[in-house]
């Protein structure tokens, strides 16, 4: 299963980012009836939950930082899911994972996700 996360670099504060989570192989089914999710990792923290969404797209969850300025979407019939990330904060600076959830339901704890994509950089200046 392999998922491809990309659209991550270096902008300044206030700009936006749209990172995109694509999969392939057997992935494109996992996409399409599973949970997705948004992780990020800044440079010596553990890994923190960004933003989650059920397979259908009813249902989203956002962490409190990012809530009002982030945004994640799907669309099952490119197997892709989306996040859009405005009014960007030099505190957002991480490298950004995307995640399959084990099921079809938004989740925010890592452990509720089986497949991690290989992350891309974001980076924020002030």
């Known amino acids: 299963v392999q998922l491809q996360a990309s659209g991550g670099g270096m902008v300044q504060a206030g700009d936006s980012l749209r990172l995109s989570c694509a999969a392939s192989?057997?992935?494109?089914?996992?996409?399409?009836?599973?949970?997705m999710g948004w992780f990020r990792q800044a440079s010596g923290k553990e890994r923190e939950f960004v933003a989650s969404i059920d397979w259908r797209g009813g249902n989203t969850y956002y962490s409190d930082s990012v809530k009002g300025r982030f945004f994640i979407a799907r669309d099952n019939a490119k197997n892709t899911v989306t996040l859009q990330m405005n009014s960007l904060r030099p505190e957002d600076t991480a490298v950004y994972y995307c995640?399959?959830?084990?099921?079809?339901?938004?989740?925010?704890?890592?452990?509720?996700?089986?497949?991690w994509g290989q992350g891309t950089q974001v980076t924020v200046s002030s």
């Open positions: 995640a399959a959830a084990r099921s079809a339901w938004s989740a925010t704890r890592s452990d509720a996700y089986q497949y």
């Open positions: 192989g057997r992935a494109i089914r996992t996409i399409s009836n599973n949970g």
